[in-house]
Antibody, heavy 124, light 107 residues
Framework: QVQLQESGPGLVKPSETLSLTCTVSGGSISSYYWSWIRQPPGKGLEWIGYIYYSGSTNYSPSLKSRVTISVDTSKNQFSLKLSSVTAADTAVYYC??????????????????WGKGTTVTVSS | EIVLTQSPGTLSLSPGERATLSCRASQSVSSSYLVWYQQKRGQAPRLLIY???TRATGIPDRFSGSGSGTDFTLTISRLEPEDFAVYYC????????FGGGTKVEIK
């Protein structure tokens, strides 16, 4: 079955750019949307954005000015860049697949496959 | 952006009891775009229910979802030990947002 694995530095300095990659295994990255979500310590989930395999994106309004999500179909990977980070960006970062159903005339979207998450700390 | 408010923040119940979790939206949400997840400590979230009431693959039938418009409910009919966790609702419209979560803890 499809599995996701996040990778990237666990420590980033303030004002620098956080970069993470999610590798998709056990299936193709094609024909799906792929999402990034984060969770600060002891807090709830925050959606960052998603990308379609073709490259179209949608970002959270609160993070849009600092976020770039890209996809590399040849490597079955998608990536997150978050610029100008501060301590508030310290979190567990998850990648997830946005699954899709269509029936009864309606589209259904849901995050059905998640990576285990990777902890990123912003500190000097 | 649609804001989702979950209540209560914490629900203290015993195994075998019924759990009722609420998710209220700041504006109407399409029923096909309302989703519930379960998250256990130290784990990634797990998809429970999508389209308000459709259980994901492998989810036991003690979990059920209902609601429409701005008010949605997740019900766990009889709590099993493995159900004590945090539950999040999520909506997908032009943007995607999560509720703040409800923790179901052992009384």
């Amino acid at each position: 079955q499809v599995q996701l694995q996040e990778s990237g530095p666990g420590l980033v300095k303030p004002s620098e750019t956080l970069s993470l990659t999610c590798t998709v295994s056990g299936g193709s990255i094609s024909s799906y949307y792929w999402s990034w979500i984060r969770q600060p310590p002891g807090k709830g989930l925050e959606w960052i954005g998603y990308i379609y395999y073709s490259g179209s994106t949608n970002y959270s309004p609160s993070l849009k000015s600092r976020v770039t999500i890209s996809v590399d179909t040849s490597k079955n990977q998608f990536s997150l860049k978050l610029s100008s980070v501060t301590a508030a960006d310290t979190a567990v970062y998850y990648c997830a697949r946005l699954g899709h159903d269509f029936w009864g005339g309606y589209h259904y979207y849901y995050m059905d496959v998640w990576g285990k998450g990777t902890t990123v700390t912003v500190s000097s | 952006e649609i804001v989702l408010t979950q209540s209560p923040g914490t629900l203290s119940l015993s195994p075998g009891e019924r759990a009722t979790l609420s998710c209220r939206a700041s504006q109407s949400v399409s029923s096909s775009y309302l989703v519930w997840y379960q998250q256990k400590r130290g784990q990634a979230p797990r998809l429970l229910i999508y389209g308000v009431s459709t259980r994901a693959t492998g989810i036991p039938d003690r979990f059920s979802g209902s609601g429409s418009g701005t008010d949605f409910t997740l019900t766990i009919s009889r709590l099993e030990p493995e159900d004590f966790a945090v539950y999040y609702c999520q909506q997908y419209g032009s943007s995607l947002t999560f509720g703040g979560g409800t923790k179901v803890e052992i009384k």
